[in-house]
């Protein structure tokens, strides 16, 4: 078995190179937080706090619009019910844990550490593989308050041009390039990207993204009983 | 609600998204059939994340004509599917992207 601080820096180097494009993101979250009306100790208390990219953004752009509370809190809460599932996923491999650290380990699970976390999982079966997830959580933590405070600090210096905010999707782009040679993962990648892209504007609290997520699972709960390949 | 208490609120839910599962869950629920399931999870949540980032303008409309993230991710796709590697992908997608928007 592998010692605890190997599993742990494994997590953080397979958690890396997702991390490039989070550096502009960060960046990004912090000048606009800035830029709606938020203060530094509130934006930087939101990344301290949340620690979510997707539901800080939320939060920002349903803030200056002028939403009410209820509606923000909801639509973070539809945003993030996605954790549902990855929870689902890793609760497996984490049942033996002791409480305390289900409490900590929830707290650091994000969409990169999760979709790296998951696959080490998949291939490591030792007690201490949950320290994968906490080197994993641990960087992204790290990185997203040092690009936090850095847009803050930078604001208006970053060229708002460079399409930087193009880097989000393309990381998620390259968490699927193991997909995209099998059948069924394609079907489920094209039906979920078209519910969530159609249902964007019309599903109400920003809950496409779960919408089209539980679409795309039952998809492939379909087509794995249909098609029963031994992958 | 002052911006504190948003705050505060925003990081509690999103939180308990995150360990209710860890927390409720218990080895005995998982058997193959599950487990095959809840393999295509990030197959299935992760296209609803990049599809509308891609597709979508600013204020929510899609867009096809004139739209050069749509290039690119291709692009970006193609050296994934060849190069299995996730550098190259989100490399190859900045790279043609601002390639898109600053030359041609």
């Known amino acids: 078995m592998k010692s605890n601080l190997k599993v742990f820096l494994k997590g953080i180097l397979d958690v890396s190179p997702l991390m490039i494009p989070v550096v502009p993101f960060g960046l990004i979250f912090g000048v606009l937080a800035i830029d709606v009306g938020f203060s530094p100790l509130e934006t930087m208390g939101m990344s301290l706090i949340v620690f979510g990219g997707a539901s800080q953004i939320v939060l920002l752009q349903l803030f200056s619009g002028g939403a009410s509370s209820l509606v923000i809190i909801s639509s973070v809460g539809a945003v993030n019910s996605r954790h549902l599932l990855y929870g689902a996923v890793v609760s497996e491999h984490l049942s033996d844990l002791k409480l305390i650290w289900k409490i900590l380990i929830s707290y650091f699970l994000v969409d990169q550490a999760f979709a790296r976390s998951n696959e080490y999982f998949k291939k490591n079966n030792d007690d201490n593989k949950y320290f994968h997830l906490v080197g994993g959580g641990a960087t992204c933590w790290v990185i997203w308050q040092t690009t936090t405070f850095l847009g803050i600090i930078l604001g208006s210096f970053i060229p708002e041009k460079l399409g930087l905010s193009f880097a989000v999707p393309l990381t998620f782009l390259a968490l699927l390039v193991n997909d995209f040679r099998k059948f069924i993962n394609v079907i489920v990648i094209i039906i979920s990207g078209l519910v969530a892209t159609f249902g964007y504007n019309y599903i109400p609290f920003k809950a496409y993204a779960i919408v089209a997520g539980l679409t795309g699972l039952l998809t492939a709960m379909i087509l794995t009983k249909m098609i029963k390949t031994n992958e | ?104």
């Open chain 2, 1 to 104: 609600m002052n911006n504190w208490a948003l705050i505060i609120y925003c990081g509690l839910i999103t939180y308990l998204t995150r360990f209710s599962m860890i927390a409720l869950i218990k080895k005995e629920m998982f058997n193959d059939r599950v487990r095959q399931v809840l393999s295509y999870v990030p197959t299935a949540i992760f296209p609803a994340i990049i599809f509308p980032a891609i597709f979508l303008d600013n204020s929510g409309s899609i867009l096809i004509e004139d739209n050069p993230k749509i290039m690119a991710a291709l692009i970006a796709t193609l050296i994934g599917v060849f190069t299995r590697s996730i550098l190259a992908t989100i490399f190859s997608g900045l790279a043609s992207y601002w390639f898109l928007i600053f030359v041609v």
